[in-house]
């Protein structure tokens, strides 16, 4: 099943419509746009010429069957295919030390044979998946900011042979995805990754009776909580605080022996610094913490 990328939003609320449809335990693959819709793969196109209210879409929204509020959404990333090319900006007054960046600079980036081509280096690309998220419990989220719902979550771990947790706020979640990268570092410190359009192959599984807070991010060797927040400080100490949470409540310890336990066993990472919210994350070891039992804890 392929889902044509002619039908996105520019914003996950509830009162979203379903623009496709699948069922639980489906394989498709989405076709998705880069966060600027192409636009500066356009010749001599400029920032001045761009069309804000096309920035950050993400195709659907996708509802699917059997998932109900109160359930989560698993979505496993099986492949991404990026395009051949793609773009990478400093644009005024944006990114980390946005005060810093005075002048636009915009880079159209080829990709040959799995590398990026910049500066005279073949960088190896890292496709992922920068905006993925489905409908809020209340709310109009803007595609360009990350929160319980997932959104503009810019984590470099979401990637092929990754899966995603969601809670599902609204019948047939409607999921929506977009704003893929060939690569990103941790932070994101410019404001873009490798914006890059792509075929996305997914599958989704409707988990019955079990709710989270939060996205959970599950990578062949890690499990993490994506927590987002208005500003750093406190986006880490409510993603710590979450995640000392699920340790306790999984595990069954103490709240005291949870934090002894992260702090041997639990990095403390920046997925982005400037979306309007920022997100974190605190990987641990699936051999420690099994998305079984977390799931079988809920």
């Keep these: 099943m392929f889902l044509k990328g002619d039908k996105v939003i520019y914003s996950f609320n509830p009162q979203m419509k379903e623009e496709y449809r699948v069922k639980s335990g489906d394989v498709f693959t989405v076709e998705t746009h ?12 400029g920032l001045e010429d761009l069309d804000m ?3 950050n879409p993400a195709t659907g929204p996708i509802f699917v069957e059997g998932a109900e509020v109160g359930d989560i959404l698993k979505v496993e990333i099986l492949d991404i295919e990026v395009a051949d090319r793609g773009v990478a900006a400093i644009l005024p007054g944006m990114g980390f030390l946005a005060d810093t960046n005075t002048e636009e600079t915009i880079e159209v980036i080829p990709v040959e044979d799995g590398y990026a081509k910049l500066l005279g280096f073949d960088i190896k690309v890292k496709p992922m998946i920068g905006v993925i998220g489905v409908a809020p419990k209340e709310g109009d989220i803007p595609t360009d900011t990350p929160g319980a719902h997932g ?11 990754s899966t995603l947790y969601f809670p599902v706020a609204k019948e047939g979640a409607l999921l929506a995805l977009g704003d ?3 690569l990103m570092g941790d932070g994101e410190l410019g404001v873009t990754g490798l914006e890059i359009a792509a075929h996305v192959k997914l ?15 599950e ?10 927040d208005s500003d750093i400080q406190g986006a880490l100490e409510l993603g710590y605080g979450e995640t000392r949470k699920l340790i306790e409540r999984s595990i069954g310890c103490s709240w005291n022996e949870a934090g002894i336990l992260s702090s041997l066993a639990v990095d403390a990472r920046i997925s982005q610094l400037v979306n309007p919210f920022i ?3 605190f990987p641990i070891s699936k051999k420690i913490l099994p998305v079984d039992r977390i799931l079988e804890k809920l």
């Design 180 to 182: 893929c990268h060939g």
């Design 151 to 161: 959104g503009n979550l810019d984590t470099k771990d979401i990637m092929a042979g």
């Design 219 to 228: 990578t062949k060797e890690d499990v993490m909580l994506l927590v987002s």
């Design 203 to 217: 599958k989704v599984d409707v988990i019955k009776d079990k709710q989270l807070d939060w996205p959970l991010l």
């Design 279 to 281: 997100t974190v994350r």
């Design 53 to 55: 209210e096309r920035v």
């Design 34 to 45: 880069d966060c600027f819709y192409q636009q500066f793969l356009k010749e001599d196109f």
